[in-house]
């Protein structure tokens, strides 16, 4: 006589009131590890980027007609680590009068220079720059000789530009660094192009 068997159905575990299946604690930990991992080489990024560059806007219209008001300039602050600063450079720095402030210019003179500025033409150990850049001849005159650890700069708007002309030496170091790339707004990206100037010392 055959006898049926009745076979028994798996019983499924019913989770606890209040208590989180295992599995769903498992990916809340993963994706918290996750935003940790991310937030983590965010700012590994951010401090490594910073140490090498720095992001600044131009203000005013001390550099024109090489650099808009407005627009934004990274900076390499690697170039003066392992180079030197040339005549000719346009670099970003803290301004003497007043170091939390950063203003950008051009340098003209180095340590030991006799700067001249006479009859709209800028001269250094007495040859007169060629100066394309500028938007217009310097209406004031003066003489300066650049002493050690200090850099002679100046607008490239000589007429509207609070430099060296009106407040003296810059020190190497308050110089942040070079300005290598106009970067916003997109219209005037570019790559920031220095003419080096000849001088015989």
Excluded: C
Excluded at 93 to 121: A, M, W
């Amino acid at each position: 006589m055959e006898t049926l068997q009745q076979e028994e159905s798996p019983i499924e575990e019913q989770p606890i009131e209040g208590q989180i299946p295992a599995q769903e604690t498992v990916n809340w930990k993963r994706f918290a590890l996750d935003i940790l991992e991310t937030l983590l080489l965010a700012v590994i990024l951010f401090l490594g980027i910073n140490a090498i560059s720095a992001r600044v806007r131009v203000d005013g219209f001390s550099m024109r007609p090489t650099l808009e008001d407005g627009e934004f300039v990274l900076v390499s602050k690697l170039n003066y680590r392992f180079g030197k600063i040339d005549r000719g450079d346009i670099i970003v720095f803290h301004y003497p009068v007043n170091p939390k402030q950063e203003l950008i210019k051009r340098v003209i003179g180095l340590p030991g220079d006799y700067i001249n500025v006479q009859g709209g033409v800028v001269s250094v150990n007495g040859q007169a720059l060629d100066e394309p850049y500028i938007a217009a001849m310097p209406l004031y005159t003066g003489d300066w000789v650049v002493p050690e650890g200090q850099l002679f700069v100046l607008g490239d708007n000589r007429n509207d530009s609070s430099d060296s002309h009106s407040w003296g030496y810059l020190p190497f170091g308050d110089v942040v660094g070079k300005a290598v790339v106009i970067y916003w707004p997109p219209p005037q990206w570019d790559v920031i192009r220095h003419k080096q100037l000849l001088v015989t010392q």
